[in-house]
């Protein structure tokens, strides 16, 4: 399975309290917008949930209605962002590509969602005390994709057939750091560039062509 | 300047609470590994200073005669704990290498490390929310390494002329995630093996050869 065959996301609130009017919706998104920044800006411990609903224009009950906790929220918000990053590369994927321009495809999808949801970085980076397994299943679902990706490049017969699971999270890593530092704490590098700096990587490693 | 020529690590006490004596540096060393292991299991909001002294065995004046706070010790432990990696790869470069073997021998030792302290990620991943620019600078030190590692190895011929300070990012990206994923998080994969791994990524990239 690749990426552009991955379910739909969905915001994993419980399930008897999964909005079923379109308003319901639209105020759970709402609220989970207003949670990504209130974290983002405050962190985990000191973010409110006054300071969410004052975020999102909406009451203090709404809040209940979707969620029980502050914790609740925080979860749900990782889920949210994981599905929305998944959303973004599975766009960027939607023609077929060759192996290799797809990685580059969804490095630089992943970049871009970086750069305009800054605050995605200090959400999953927390949810490693907040909530230690969602955090591992953040990135271990993330490196099952990139699995799948590199076998269907090495079935295609595009990629080196001795590629797995450690080659995908080599690559995630890479990725991850080059959207902190370059994303993230700087405004200046663009992100396709960037993304064909890593994918230059990938398709021939770092040492000097033989014959140069 | 290869990490090989790369000042000797302190460990950051105010200058007039540096220890003076031979027992006063083995105090501050008990108290330094006796903080790793309470700030890894307890992370930074739950770890005490008391529950520090009381693994050093030490009285909690001697912790007072070092540090002001548990917030002092915390930025201490990870300057330490930067020390203690950049002197692991120190080691494992001393004989001089081909460029790519430098990178495996590096890579090699930092998993060495992560997988013997394993409070490492914890520790030095907190140190975004305790002490950003503590996090940062870790960060932007190691890629200095890194980055005039490659300089040298492209000086020497060895590597592409345009590698850069982004291909030392990704490249240390990578070496995180391998460590988290299989020193940390588990035990089987063996330290020189992965290493061996993602240096052939650095060698050869991930496609499948021409004339396969």
Do not use: Q
């Not at 990426?3 to 989970?32: F, N, Q």
């Not at 995630?172 to 960037?194: C, I, Q, T």
């Amino acid at each position: 399975m690749t990426t552009a065959d991955a379910p739909e996301p969905k915001v994993s609130v419980p399930s008897d309290k999964a909005p079923r009017t379109e308003r319901g919706r639209k105020t759970l998104r709402k609220l989970l917008d207003a949670a990504a920044l209130e974290f983002g800006e405050h962190g985990f411990h000191e973010a409110s949930i006054t300071g969410i609903t004052r975020r999102a224009g909406t009451a203090l009950g709404s809040f209940y209605t979707y969620f029980d906790s502050k914790d609740e929220i925080f979860r749900a918000l990782v889920d949210d962002m994981s599905g929305k990053v998944r959303e973004a590369a599975k766009k960027a994927l939607e023609p077929p590509l060759p192996a290799l321009d797809r990685e580059r495809a969804a490095l630089g999808a992943f970049l871009h969602f970086a750069r305009e949801h800054k605050e995605i970085y200090r959400i999953i980076d927390e949810c490693e005390f907040v909530d230690p397994a969602a955090f591992r299943a953040h990135y271990e679902t993330t490196a099952a994709r990139m699995t799948d990706r590199l076998r269907a490049g090495i079935a295609s017969g595009e990629l080196r057939e001795d590629l797995g699971e450690a080659h995908a999270w080599a690559i995630m890593g890479m990725n991850v750091f080059l959207g902190l530092r370059y994303m993230v704490w700087s405004d200046e590098a663009d992100p396709d560039k960037m993304a064909e700096l890593a994918c230059s990587i990938l398709r021939e490693g770092i040492a000097r062509p033989r014959g140069d």
